[in-house]
């Protein structure tokens, strides 16, 4: 196997090898649940969902984790606001996540750690990295010592001191270094929080994905993945805690997907075209939304428009069309074996393609284009006088396990659209024409079966929706 993954820590493509051979541990960062998911949080789950479809594809077992912060100051302050408590919020954002990202394809990971529920293992972390000298407490706040762990900036490839003057950190006098940062914080009067040996409080961001990780993929693991804006300061920061806990690397593959704009613009509350998936999947099919996603490389940005999905909408229904035409010419064809090989071959050909565009970093763009050049001889095979139940159905499960491998059902369409009943109704035609009236009903009680009422008229056939 070649599989070829680009990795921020190095920044370039390497060569994939998992620390155990045939598994594959993977970690990615998840929301912080105080309200509905944005589609830039929908990113990255439609993306990693795929790369674990794909590793799976390949042969991996794959242990996926992704955790819930539900809470930080964000749930804290939203809390307030609505008069509830941090759990409540918490637990009704964590179900509206499972229905969002449900309705987009996306499975639920094998573990999704909360912080509440992980109290134990982020208390004992941060004690081992002040036992160790990385970490101090200051009335009772614990920071870390960033200048201590001396890979620092590894990740976003800057130095320190680079760091210091140029990112937008949270200065604390009592911090020693502006670039130390906080891995619990002291409970101010009426917040959430826990014991801990340095008094009534809750963790730090950061420390919540180093103490995850740890627990349940253990020490090194294979992937790592986010959105970009995680990269500086969330991974830089696990990277430190985890490493100089363990004095081993946190993750062997970094992976991060590309930004979102909104009609060419950066999405932001500011700029008011912050899109909730909560109300982008009742205006547009949840699948042309993850098929969107997929059409680009997942470490380009991406804008996001009406004008763009409409396009896709248009793109993934030519393939469901190539289906449904091969789905019912099966219905009506003869196991005739006239250049069957051949065709199975011409197939295959475009599978092979479709494997070495997503061994190349999980190029699903490219991917995507060998389902159309699939489509494409699905149609030509079509357009022969004769055809093969072999062929058909080999089309048909390609098709199946190609779309399953990037998240899509291209045979679930919930109803057919107004190009596809035109072409049925000029087959039926043709039959009719032909005398072949077994095959005119067939069609007609096939499309009676999918709610589709013909009307023979005088002036032609017409037809509506039952």
């Not at 649940?33 to 929908?42: C, E, F, K, L, T």
């Not at 909360?114 to 293992?121: G, Q």
Request: with cysteine; net charge negative; glycine share 6%.
């Amino acid at each position: 196997m070649s599989i070829k993954v680009y990795n921020t820590l190095s920044r370039q493509k390497e060569l994939f090898q998992p620390i155990e051979e045939g598994k594959v541990k993977m970690y990615v960062c998840g929301p912080t649940v105080y309200n509905y998911i944005h589609i830039g949080n929908a990113r990255p789950a439609i993306i990693f969902d795929m790369v674990r479809r794909y590793l799976e594809f390949r042969g991996y077992d794959v242990t996926y984790v992704s955790n819930f912060t539900d809470v930080d100051d964000k749930l804290i302050k939203a809390a307030k606001e609505l008069g509830e408590d941090v759990p409540t919020i918490a637990e009704r954002f964590i179900k509206a996540y499972f229905d969002d990202v449900a309705a987009l394809g996306v499975r639920c990971a094998d573990v999704h750690p909360r912080v509440t529920e992980t109290m134990v293992e982020i208390i004992d972390f941060i004690k081992g990295l002040v036992d160790k000298g990385f970490a101090y407490e200051v009335n009772g706040d614990v920071y870390f010592s960033t200048r201590k762990f001396k890979g620092y900036g590894k990740l976003s490839q800057q130095s320190i001191d680079d760091l210091q003057s140029g990112a937008r950190i949270e200065v604390e006098q009592q911090k020693v270094d502006p670039l130390d940062f906080a891995l619990w914080k002291a409970a101010k009067p009426g917040e959430i929080s826990w014991d801990s040996p340095w008094g009534e409080g809750r963790p730090g961001w950061h420390i919540e994905c180093s103490a995850m990780v740890k627990k349940y993929l253990g020490d090194t693991i294979d992937i790592h993945a986010g959105g970009q804006d995680l990269s500086f300061p969330h991974h830089e920061n696990e990277i430190a805690q985890s490493e100089a806990m363990t004095g081993k690397p946190m993750a062997n593959y970094w992976l991060h997907n590309g930004y979102i704009n909104i009609d060419n613009e950066k999405m932001s509350k500011s700029l008011g075209n912050f899109i909730l998936v909560h109300d982008i999947i009742k205006k547009y099919e949840p699948e042309i939304i993850r098929f969107f996603m997929l059409m680009a490389h997942y470490r380009s940005p991406i804008n996001f428009s009406d004008e763009l999905l409409n396009s896709a909408k248009s793109s993934f229904d030519r393939l469901k069309t190539a289906v449904r035409n091969l789905q019912y010419r099966l219905e009506e064809s003869a196991n005739l074996g006239e250049n069957e090989n051949d065709w199975i071959g011409k197939i295959n050909v475009e599978k092979e393609k479709f494997i070495k565009e997503m061994d190349d970093d999980f190029n699903s763009a490219n991917a995507i284009a060998t389902l159309f050049d699939l489509a494409k001889k699905a149609n030509l095979y079509l357009r022969e006088d004769h055809s093969s139940k072999k062929v058909l159905e080999h089309f048909l499960k390609t098709f199946e396990e190609l779309s399953g491998v990037l998240g899509f059902d291209l045979s679930s369409a919930k109803e057919l659209l107004d190009e596809e009943i035109d072409k049925l109704i000029e087959q039926r035609n043709e039959a009719r024409k032909n005398k072949d009236f077994a095959l005119a009903d067939k069609i007609r009680d096939a499309l009676k079966n999918m709610n589709i009422i013909l009307e023979d008229t005088p002036q032609g056939v017409r037809w509506k929706r039952e």
